[in-house]
């Protein structure tokens, strides 16, 4: 059997979802033993063609930071080294650079490592794309992973949508009727619909007779709290379901309302329409739900385009809190025929290399 290929995408779970496509192109030729970092656990999870999975903070990457270490770096290299991977896809965004992590990989004994760098890698990749050159910067986060690792020699073999392993029966969770959900948070304030929005467009679903789920972490709680107590009857659901369960939930779904956030990279994994407030902080071409009928809402010629920035830099955070709550419900409605009729089955994918095993983790606080 060939030696395992180690696939890099080491931050947020949505980031992990994006490179499903990747992933999969990669399992159709050798086993996938997935690298991304403890927010990303939840989504590598998900993932058709992942035989085994690393977790590991970079220092890089995760905030607040986490301060460099030798023993911290020779945890990651111990267990690349243990995988027996002979080669490597780093996945990456246009600001991300894969070149502190090729420096550990080859210290690992990872032989061939593909990735995207801006600056001049040395010997530190052996396929390199240049961004703006090899590798166009317009196109959607998921297209620029497949084009990482068509680079690497895995071309695409299927559509290149999103798509998970099966998901759960989440009716207990959701009942029986059919629902909207709705998702108030996201990693950074800059991103999120102001919440007192999501509680006006809960009532208004609420009055024309639509149940509504709403979803959330734990540490989300204190926002759809604040939902239910301008709509009773929706269904808090924040903290309560796995990674996995989540996914069930949004699969149940007509429809999904959020932010640029996980939760709407995972609802375009499970084939369903997004009504998508989007900040323009990061481009909607790189960044909106992929493969899924999307209503996009949100100022994206704002001041704030392409900040980049984790809190709104212009006061009353026009770009999004402009958007009214009859707007929403306007393009709910004009989603809610296609989630209905879809066919779900599509973005749910069994593995295809080899079979689901327990990941290996390490370096977590």
């Known amino acids: 059997m060939s030696a395992p ?30 690298l991304c970092g403890p927010l990303g ?12 999975t690393i977790v590991w903070e970079a220092p890089w990457i995760s905030e607040p930071w986490r301060e460099v270490s030798r023993e911290h770096a020779e945890q990651l290299i111990a267990s690349v080294r243990d ?31 593909t990735g995207a760098s801006v600056d001049h890698p040395g010997s530190l990749l052996d396929v390199r794309l240049r961004p703006g050159e090899d590798l166009r910067e317009d196109i959607p986060e998921p297209e620029r992973a497949l084009a990482i690792a068509e680079a690497a020699g895995y071309p695409s073999m299927d559509d290149g949508r999103l798509a998970v392993v099966p998901t759960p ?31 006006r467009l809960a009532q208004l679903l ?45 699969a149940g779904a007509d429809v999904l309302v959020s932010g640029n956030s996980g939760p709407a990279h995972l609802a375009a994994a499970v084939g369903t329409p997004v009504v998508s ?29 392409d900040s980049r920035a984790r809190d709104c830099p212009v006061a009353g955070h026009p770009c999004l809190a402009g958007v009214a709550p009859a707007a929403v419900l306007a393009a709910i409605e004009e989603l809610e025929p296609l989630g209905r009729d879809r ?6 994918q069994p ?11 390490e370096g977590r606080r």
Do not use: N
């Not at 995988?83 to 650079?97: E, N, Y």
């Not at 909607?284 to 385009?305: E, F, S, T, Y």
């Open 41 to 52: 656990a939840g989504g590598a999870a998900l993932l058709p063609g992942v035989s085994r």
């Open 277 to 305: 407030l989007f900040s323009p902080v990061v481009p909607a071409v790189k960044w909106a739900p992929h493969g899924v009928p999307v209503r996009l809402l949100g100022d994206q010629l704002a001041p704030c385009k």
């Open 83 to 113: 995988t027996g991977a002979a080669a490597a896809v780093i996945l990456t965004s246009f600001h991300q650079s894969p070149l502190p992590l090729a420096l550990l990989l080859r210290l690992a004994g990872v032989e061939r490592i």
């Open 169 to 199: 029966d989440t009716r207990a969770f959701t009942g029986g009727a059919p629902y909207v959900a709705l998702h108030a948070g996201a990693a950074v304030a800059a991103r999120r619909w102001p919440v007192l929005h999501f509680a």
């Open 343 to 348: 066919d779900r089955a599509h973005h749910a």
């Open 206 to 250: 609420g009055q024309t007779g639509r149940q509504v789920v709403l979803t959330g972490s734990a540490g989300e709680a204190d926002l759809t709290g604040r939902i239910r107590a301008e709509a009773p009857e929706a269904i808090d659901l924040a903290g309560a379901c796995s990674t996995l369960e989540l996914a069930g939930v949004l």
């Open 5 to 34: 290929v180690l696939v890099a995408r080491l931050d947020s779970m949505g980031d992990v979802l994006i490179s499903g496509p990747a992933v999969r192109a990669v399992a159709h030729q050798a086993e996938v033993v997935m």
């Open 351 to 361: 593995a295809r290399a080899v079979p689901r095993a327990q990941g290996v983790q």
